[in-house]
């Protein structure tokens, strides 16, 4: 049976009541669930609780019945050049789906789009409500966290200690199950943008322990590649953690 999961701002003890926020409790109206009815909440951090939907004066809260902490066996770090604007939500939602523990996206020497549209509010809030959606759908515990950088540099000023880092190249480089390898619980992926990385963005990457990966596979579109290579690093790290 598929569990309904709603993502609170935080979870309290056993036996507590957890409100739901307004998009949640209106989802749930969707769903036709009643006072009652059995539910998962999680913080997005991590935490999980089975709870029983209850309704007083017209707000929806869960009364929690049992804590879960759900965690996951890898730290993938997916480092993205700013792709173009309708690539950008189809990466985000797949890379969720595939397991990203943070999507970190950077003005590439060779992205079309600026920056500060980026930064707007509504569109940040977009996105993170696609993270949000995605990561529920999914049942996963954890939403990736976002964030927008001004170069590959800062991007990846702050790695996970003894993190693997792989750019991904279409056409050049290492086998990337080899750069993925073994022996890290984290791994970073760097793609660069529709016309890929430039050799400066390649020098500040190998400078960092970086090493340039291809995958036998077809050329792939940004958003597509961002899930696989995703999806490869998360299963290699969860090899490591068994």
């Not at 409100?19 to 749930?28: E, I």
């Not at 890929?196 to 960092?208: S, T």
């Amino acid at each position: 049976m598929t569990e309904r999961r709603f993502r609170v701002e935080a979870l309290g003890e056993v036996g507590e009541r957890v409100p739901l926020a307004d998009a949640a409790a209106r989802h749930a109206s969707v769903l036709r669930l009643r006072a009652g009815d059995e539910v998962v909440l999680f913080d997005g951090r991590g935490g999980e609780a089975l709870a029983s939907l209850e309704d007083e004066a017209g707000e929806l809260s869960g009364r929690l019945l049992e804590r879960r902490q759900a965690r996951e066996p890898w730290h993938v770090v997916l480092i993205v050049g700013m792709p173009k604007a309708s690539a950008l939500e189809e990466l985000l939602r797949g890379a969720t789906e595939a397991g990203a523990s943070e999507v970190r996206l950077f003005g590439a020497a060779r992205s079309v789009v600026r920056l500060d549209e980026l930064r707007a509010p509504k569109k940040l809030e977009r996105w993170r409500r696609i993270l949000d959606e995605a990561s529920r759908q999914s049942e996963r515990a954890i939403v990736p966290t976002l964030s927008i950088h001004t170069s590959l540099a800062q991007a990846i000023a702050v790695l996970p200690e003894g993190a693997r880092v792989a750019a991904l190249d279409a056409r050049e480089g290492r086998d990337l199950a080899e750069v993925l390898g073994a022996g890290a619980l984290a791994r970073v992926i760097v793609i660069g943008p529709e016309g890929g990385l430039d050799d400066e963005e390649l020098g500040v990457l190998e400078a960092r322990g970086g090493a340039r990966a291809r995958a036998p596979l077809p050329v792939l579109r940004v958003e597509t590649a961002a899930v696989v290579a995703t999806a490869l690093a998360a299963m290699a790290c969860s090899r490591v953690s068994r």
